[in-house]
C-alpha cells in the first residue's frame, strides 16, 4: 500500500515549459514535505521542502503548493531548463514520530527538451 | 565537506550469496538511514541508526538483512543470502540531529543486481 502516491510517471517539456508532478498523502500525521531531485549516477537531494501551515512555498524557479484539505502537493517548475531534466521524488514525513523517516512517492523523470 | 559516500557503486552477486554494502555518512552526523528503490518503484525506508544504536528497523523485508553501525560511524547492510527480489539500489542518508527538519543527505547508492 503506497502512502504517498505521485503522477505522472514521466514528463516531456519544451524549454520555457512549466512541469508539474502532483503527490497525494493519506497519511494525517504527515507534516512535513519535501521533494528530492536526482540525477543519474546521484543520491536524491533535497530540492524544497513544506510544512502543511503554508498553501505555497517558492525557491527561485521552484514552486509547491499545498493544499491541507485534500491532501495533496505538487511542485511546479517554472521556465524549466534541460539541466532541470532529472527524477524528482515527492516525500512525507511526521515531525511528531521519532526518527523522521521518509515515505518516497514513486518518482517522476522529466525530460526538458532545448 | 565530503558527501556521503557507498561502497560498491555495483554489485552483480547469485542468488543465494552474501553481499555486504557500506556506508559512510557525514562525518558529525548521528542520524544514518538505510533506504531501497525496487524496479523504479518508490524508495522505501528500511532503518534507521541513532550513533550506534537502531531506533527503527520497521522497514527491514526479513531476517536475511542485517545491518550494522559499529562505533556510530560506518554502516553496512548484509544480505545473506541474496534473493532475486533483493535487487534494487540501496541507498544510504545521513543527517546530523533530529531537528523539526533537519536535512537527509543521501549517498549515491549501490546497484544491486541479484542474478
Known amino acids: 500500500q503506497q502512502q504517498v502516491k505521485q503522477s505522472p510517471q514521466s514528463l516531456i517539456v519544451q524549454k520555457g515549459g512549466i512541469p508539474i508532478i502532483n503527490c497525494a498523502y493519506e497519511n494525517t500525521a504527515f507534516d512535513y514535505f519535501p521533494w528530492y531531485q536526482q540525477f543519474p549516477g546521484k543520491g536524491p537531494a533535497l530540492l524544497i521542502a513544506?510544512?502543511?501551515?503554508?498553501s505555497e512555498k517558492k525557491e527561485g524557479r521552484f514552486t509547491i503548493s499545498f493544499n491541507k484539505s485534500a491532501k495533496q502537493f505538487s511542485l511546479h517548475i517554472m521556465d524549466s531548463q534541460p539541466g532541470d531534466s532529472a527524477t524528482y521524488f515527492c516525500?512525507?514525513?511526521?515531525?511528531?514520530?521519532?526518527?523522521?523517516?521518509?515515505?518516497f512517492g514513486g518518482g517522476t523523470r522529466v525530460l526538458v527538451k532545448p | 565537506e565530503a558527501g556521503v559516500t557507498q561502497f560498491p557503486s555495483h554489485s552483480v552477486i547469485e542468488k543465494g550469496q552474501t553481499v555486504t554494502l557500506r556506508c559512510d555518512p557525514i562525518s558529525g552526523h548521528d542520524n544514518l538511514y538505510w533506504y531501497r528503490r525496487v524496479m523504479g518503484k518508490e524508495i522505501k525506508f528500511l532503518l534507521h541508526?541513532?550513533?550506534?544504536?537502531?531506533?527503527?528497523e520497521s522497514g527491514m523485508p526479513n531476517n536475511r538483512f542485517l545491518a550494522e553501525r559499529t562505533g556510530g560511524t560506518y554502516s553496512t547492510l548484509k544480505v545473506q543470502p541474496a534473493e532475486l527480489e533483493d535487487s534494487g539500489v540501496y541507498f544510504c542518508a545521513s543527517s546530523h540531529g533530529l531537528t523539526r527538519t533537519d536535512t537527509q543527505y543521501f549517498g549515491p547508492g549501490t546497484r544491486l543486481t541479484v542474478l
Open positions: 513544506i510544512r502543511p501551515d503554508v
Open positions: 541508526f541513532v550513533k550506534e544504536s537502531k531506533q527503527d
Open positions: 516525500a512525507a514525513s511526521s515531525l511528531r514520530a521519532a526518527g523522521n523517516k521518509l515515505t
